[in-house]
């Protein structure tokens, strides 16, 4: 075990590693449900994604499946027992404001920029090499070895829930999707709508609010927000209102009159919403603005909720439902989607995270007494709860002396906020790709990962995938 040299095997293969890991991120495999077909349930971009990790499963001579175009698997090995590495093909919208294109996978200073390069196409590529070492060097293992890929991990995971009806489950395994070096317990994820009640009595102001819009996703800080605005008077104020309010805050914004007709947007900064607090919610932020004029009573009502109850608290403290433990941390609100029209009033799109200690249930039933109180009210939209790996099991053991072993580092046992396909197994955990110190640009533009890292992390999967399946 201690004679095979994992780092000088990746070198051996470092040009081909980086070529394949390229050609795939330059598939642009976002959700694209609307133009699904049987073949492609979540899109061309998707399938072709799924599609090219299998095939470069058979070019090795490993065992592929695709199961319902939603999942699929690459395995080799013999025996009873499973070693799961869990990865996905899909990833989030790219975003603005990239240097270069976001599927152009281009690199510049040692490090290999594109959409889904950290998450989660470089990591898996960095898995998939690992099981072709493993297999090059003829290594005697008595599990099998199966990278189970995902499509639908940035969304709803019905690629999971779909492929766990027909296959088997993993005895243990790990994601190579959050950060170096062992995530053995991840938050609960709660994503849910907040329904405004319309209002048959909707006084008109001065200002009426046609349309509101921001935000793609549950899991992201939205980067961008637009209005649509009808003034009856008061139009130049608006304008003044509207630069005073921009550069008070610092923010980006944009504003453009066509007689009574006003649109007005404001940019902020993309973030993943495990911690909303690293970027910059223009949703928020133009709700807030909003609120300040003088609106229809049914607008007034939803953002005056908004500003209230949202803005500038991304930890439930306005509802009563901020919680930490020393574990896991911190309760995140992150306000994923927001959306208003005269029509049917406005919603919000929430996704919650909470410590593994919660009490979920009490908090759901005081968010619901506060949300029916000022006239909404709310539905879940996914639930995925609380996962916890014992420090001492045979999985966190080995993988902690895999990394110290390789890096001379302490394998510090970290909690995340984030949800990654681990919580899929009982014994499941995340391990890397991000190493210590590096900043995590997950679902940021100009998503990167070092070369450096992908060959670091191809090793230790390496190294990882022998000793937990030999």
Same mark, same amino acid.
């Given at each position: 075990?201690?004679?095979?040299?994992?780092?000088?095997?990746?070198?051996?293969?470092?040009?081909?590693?980086? @070529?394949?890991?390229?050609?795939?991120?330059?598939?642009?495999?976002?959700?694209?449900?609307?133009?699904?077909? @049987?073949?492609?349930?979540?899109?061309?971009?998707?399938?072709?994604?799924?599609?090219?990790?299998? *095939?470069?499963?058979?070019?090795?001579?490993?065992?592929?499946?695709?199961? /319902?175009?939603?999942?699929?698997?690459?395995?080799?090995?013999?025996? /009873?027992?499973?070693?799961?590495?869990?990865?996905?093909? #899909?990833?989030?919208?790219?975003?603005?404001?990239?240097?270069?294109?976001?599927?152009?996978?281009?690199?510049?200073?040692?490090?290999?920029?594109?959409?889904?390069?950290?998450?989660?196409?470089?990591?898996?590529?960095?898995?998939?090499?690992?099981?072709?070492?493993?297999?090059?060097?003829?290594?005697?293992?008595?599990?099998?070895?199966? %990278?189970?890929?995902?499509?639908?991990?940035?969304?709803?995971?019905?690629?999971?829930?779909?492929?766990? @009806?027909?296959?088997?489950?993993?005895?243990?395994?790990? +994601?190579?999707? +959050?950060?170096?070096?062992?995530?053995?317990?991840?938050?609960?994820?709660?994503?849910?709508?907040?329904?405004?009640?319309?209002?048959?009595?909707?006084?008109?102001?001065?200002?009426?609010?046609?349309?509101?819009?921001?935000?793609?996703?549950? *899991?992201?800080?939205?980067?961008? &927000?637009?209005?649509?605005?009808?003034?009856?008077?008061?139009?130049? /104020?608006?304008?003044? &209102?509207? *630069?005073?309010?921009?550069?008070?805050?610092?923010?980006?914004?944009?504003?453009?009159?066509?007689?009574?007709?006003?649109?007005?947007?404001?940019?902020?900064?993309?973030?993943?919403?495990?911690?909303? *607090?690293?970027?910059?919610? +223009?949703?928020?932020?133009?709700?807030?603005?909003?609120?300040?004029?003088?609106?229809?009573?049914?607008?007034?009502?939803?953002?005056?909720?908004?500003?209230?109850?949202?803005?500038? #608290?991304?930890?439930?403290?306005?509802?009563?439902?901020?919680?930490?433990?020393?574990?896991?941390?911190?309760?995140?609100?992150?306000?994923?989607?927001?959306?208003?029209?005269?029509?049917?009033?406005?919603?919000?799109?929430?996704?919650?995270?909470?410590?593994?200690?919660?009490?979920?249930?009490?908090?759901?039933?005081?968010?619901?007494?506060?949300?029916?109180?000022?006239? $909404?009210?709310?539905?879940?939209?996914?639930?995925? =709860?609380?996962?916890?790996?014992?420090?001492?099991? $045979?999985?966190?053991?080995?993988?902690?002396?895999?990394?110290?072993?390789?890096? =001379?580092?302490?394998?510090?046992?970290?909690?995340?906020?984030?949800?990654?396909?681990?919580?899929?197994?009982?014994?499941?955990?995340?391990?890397?790709?991000?190493?210590?110190?590096?900043?995590?640009?997950?679902?940021?533009?100009?998503?990167? %990962?070092?070369?450096?890292?992908?060959?670091?992390?191809?090793?230790?999967?390496?190294?990882?995938?022998?000793?937990?399946?030999?």
């Amino acid at each position: 075990m201690n004679s095979i040299n994992w780092t000088e095997e990746v070198s051996k293969r470092k040009e081909a590693l980086i @070529k394949d890991t390229q050609t795939f991120l330059q598939i642009k495999s976002v959700l694209d449900e609307e133009n699904g077909t @049987k073949e492609a349930p979540l899109g061309k971009g998707i399938q072709e994604a799924l599609q090219f990790m299998l *095939n470069k499963g058979k070019e090795e001579g490993f065992v592929t499946k695709d199961v /319902e175009h939603l999942a699929g698997h690459i395995e080799m090995g013999q025996g /009873e027992d499973i070693l799961g590495i869990l990865c996905h093909v #899909d990833v989030v919208p790219e975003g603005d404001g990239w240097t270069t294109d976001p599927y152009s996978a281009d690199i510049r200073d040692g490090k290999i920029f594109a959409r889904g390069a950290l998450d989660d196409k470089g990591p898996t590529m960095a898995a998939f090499y690992a099981m072709k070492i493993v297999n090059d060097l003829k290594l005697p293992l008595s599990k099998r070895v199966r %990278m189970i890929l995902g499509t639908d991990e940035e969304s709803d995971w019905r690629c999971v829930d779909t492929y766990f @009806k027909h296959e088997e489950m993993p005895q243990l395994g790990f +994601a190579p999707d +959050a950060d170096f070096p062992i995530i053995f317990a991840e938050k609960g994820i709660w994503d849910f709508y907040i329904k405004q009640e319309t209002m048959k009595d909707n006084h008109i102001g001065a200002v009426t609010v046609k349309q509101f819009e921001s935000g793609r996703r549950f *899991n992201m800080v939205p980067d961008l &927000a637009n209005a649509e605005l009808e003034v009856s008077n008061g139009i130049n /104020e608006l304008e003044t &209102a509207f *630069n005073a309010f921009i550069n008070e805050h610092k923010v980006k914004g944009a504003y453009q009159a066509n007689g009574n007709h006003v649109s007005i947007s404001i940019e902020g900064v993309s973030a993943h919403g495990m911690e909303p *607090n690293n970027g910059v919610n +223009a949703g928020l932020y133009l709700a807030a603005f909003l609120n300040s004029l003088e609106l229809s009573q049914q607008a007034k009502v939803y953002f005056t909720f908004v500003t209230d109850y949202l803005w500038k #608290d991304s930890r439930g403290k306005t509802f009563k439902i901020d919680f930490k433990d020393e574990a896991t941390g911190d309760v995140t609100l992150n306000i994923g989607l927001l959306k208003y029209d005269e029509q049917d009033g406005g919603t919000i799109g929430v996704n919650l995270r909470y410590p593994v200690t919660y009490d979920y249930e009490a908090s759901a039933k005081q968010l619901e007494t506060v949300l029916q109180q000022q006239g $909404f009210t709310i539905t879940t939209a996914s639930h995925s =709860g609380p996962h916890h790996v014992d420090a001492n099991s $045979f999985l966190v053991q080995t993988l902690s002396e895999v990394y110290e072993g390789q890096t =001379g580092e302490k394998a510090e046992l970290l909690a995340i906020g984030g949800g990654t396909y681990a919580r899929s197994l009982e014994a499941g955990v995340a391990f890397g790709p991000l190493f210590p110190g590096r900043e995590d640009i997950a679902h940021q533009k100009d998503e990167y %990962m070092y070369i450096e890292d992908l060959l670091k992390a191809t090793a230790l999967y390496a190294e990882a995938i022998y000793r937990l399946a030999k």
